[in-house]
């Protein structure tokens, strides 16, 4: 599983920013059948959490409401340079993490 975050290529300090994610994952219902009339088992991400320079900014219980590939926007106040890290799990066990850095000029 892979992510995405997008921001800004230029923030300063105290900017609210918006902060775009996106998790490619295919958020199976356990609804659908596959080829040979089985049910495609049920797998999607129980929750997503997004920490700033330490700090919990986003916490995310999803469903199976969601669709594939989830598109997550939320803001954050930019203090300073960060690291933004994205981790999640889903039904499977399968947890995930992206790193990426926030620059924030001052």
Sequence with gaps: MNARLLWPKTIA?????KVRLLIQHPMETGYLQDMTGHLIPRNIIQWVSCVYDG???LRVETSSG??????FEFYVRATVT???VVSWLDD???AGEHRQLMPVQT
Aim: charged content about 10%; cysteine-free.
């Design 92 to 94: 499977n066990g399968q």
């Design 55 to 57: 700090l919990e900014v």
């Design 13 to 17: 300090v105290g900017d609210v920013v």
């Design 66 to 71: 969601i669709a594939a590939n989830p598109f």
């Design 82 to 84: 960060g690291l933004m």
